[in-house]
């Protein structure tokens, strides 16, 4: 018997074997990239919110607010659950913005950081503004 007959269906034993293991790196890396991207995101969106609050001297919670929601929107994370929180601080001006931000993973294959509720992605931004 020619050795090409007696290997003939090796490869497919190989690729049985082996295909588990690609499809969980394919899997975790697409995951990983989706919560890399929201935790990102987030983190921008409350730095965004902690700069528009310290353009008044006051300090403005509501326009601060409405900066990260627009920036998470703009980066099309709108239908995702946020909770968004701005504490203004005394003189000079401190403006803190905290994002919690629940997201749906896109596969779901492998774990991600979660508060026990889903995965979630959290930033918090201080700045302060010119007394």
């Not at 929201?38 to 326009?63: I, Y």
């Not at 492998?110 to 959290?122: E, K």
């Amino acid at each position: 018997m020619s050795p090409r007959k007696q290997s003939r269906g090796v490869v497919a034993i190989e690729f049985a074997l082996l295909l588990p293991v690609f499809l969980l790196l394919v899997l975790g890396m697409i995951d990983y990239g989706w919560y890399f991207f929201c935790d990102l995101s987030v983190s921008n969106a409350a730095r965004e919110g902690a700069r528009a609050g310290t353009t008044v001297p006051s300090g403005d919670s509501q326009k601060a607010k409405a900066t990260v929601l627009a920036y998470l929107q703009s980066a099309g994370l709108a239908p995702q659950p946020t909770d968004v929180s701005v504490t203004i601080g005394a003189v000079p001006t401190s403006v803190t913005v905290d994002v919690s931000m629940h997201f749906k993973p896109l596969v779901g294959f492998v774990p991600l950081p979660s508060d026990g509720s889903g995965p979630l992605a959290h930033a918090r931004a201080v700045m302060m503004g010119v007394p």
